[in-house]
T-cell receptor, first 111, second 114 residues
Framework: SQQGEEDPQALSIQEGENATMNCSYKTSINNLQWYRQNSGRGLVHLILIRSNEREKHSGRLRVTLDTSKKSSSLLITASRAADTASYFCATGGGATNKLIFGTGTLLAVQP | DAGVIQSPRHEVTEMGQEVTLRCKPISGHDYLFWYRQTMMRGLELLIYFNNNVPIDDSGMPEDRFSAKMPNASFSTLKIQPSEPRDSAVYFC????????????FGNGTRLTVT
């Protein structure tokens, strides 16, 4: 069964606006990662946040993690048409290297 | 760095036929993962290897599926016999070293079983 559930399933915004996607998961983790998938392509790693971190930034990306609520959010600021893609959270935990992916959010940025 | 290379990109086959998907991980990566993506079930982890040894195959749907990694630069996922419900995009990914290392994905093989 899938670990993460993303919300919303789909999001449409105008270029220049901010986009926020949320991820909830079920069990304890040691890290949470966000990936982007363009249509017809493989997933690309964006950012990783460890379970002892609360917030992380990378360029226009901001990720938060609340382990007490078992949730994370990905904020993309000043969105561009090129940000149009599906975004997935993935959780890793325990003694393995397994990453379990969420259901994804389809983001459409209108020019 | 050529990235993870998968072949073929598209495969169309008839029910009952054997299908073999291929993957070349990034050189130096010691973990290799096979995922399957469908609209209904999303991304599912099928199996992963560490140093060519299968570590967890609990996601392999049934005995019709098998995966091998004969050396550090090559892995196969085989379906025999194939069924229409196997239609999906199959991704290979590799990573280096420690737990929580990011995965590097190939562009996938889109399998259609008619």
């Amino acid at each position: 069964s899938q670990q993460g559930e993303e919300d919303p399933q789909a999001l449409s915004i105008q270029e220049g606006e901010n986009a926020t996607m949320n991820c909830s998961y079920k069990t304890s983790i040691n890290n949470l990662q966000w990936y982007r998938q363009n249509s017809g392509r493989g997933l690309v790693h964006l950012i990783l946040i460890r379970s002892n971190e609360r917030e992380k930034h990378s360029g226009r990306l901001r990720v938060t993690l609340d382990t007490s609520k078992k949730s994370s959010s990905l904020l993309i600021t000043a969105s561009r048409a090129a940000d149009t893609a599906s975004y997935f959270c993935a959780t890793g935990g325990g003694a393995t290297n397994k990453l379990i992916f969420g259901t994804g959010t389809l983001l459409a940025v209108q020019p | 760095d050529a990235g993870v290379i998968q072949s073929p990109r598209h495969e169309v086959t008839e029910m009952g036929q054997e299908v073999t998907l291929r993957c070349k991980p990034i050189s130096g990566h010691d973990y290799l993962f096979w995922y399957r993506q469908t609209m209904m079930r999303g991304l599912e982890l099928l199996i992963y290897f560490n140093n060519n040894v299968p570590i967890d195959d609990s996601g392999m749907p049934e005995d019709r599926f098998s995966a091998k990694m004969p050396n550090a630069s090559f892995s196969t996922l085989k379906i025999q016999p194939s069924e229409p419900r196997d239609s999906a995009v199959y991704f290979c990914a590799s990573s280096a070293g420690a737990r929580s290392s990011p995965l590097h994905f190939g562009n996938g093989t889109r399998l259609t079983v008619t």
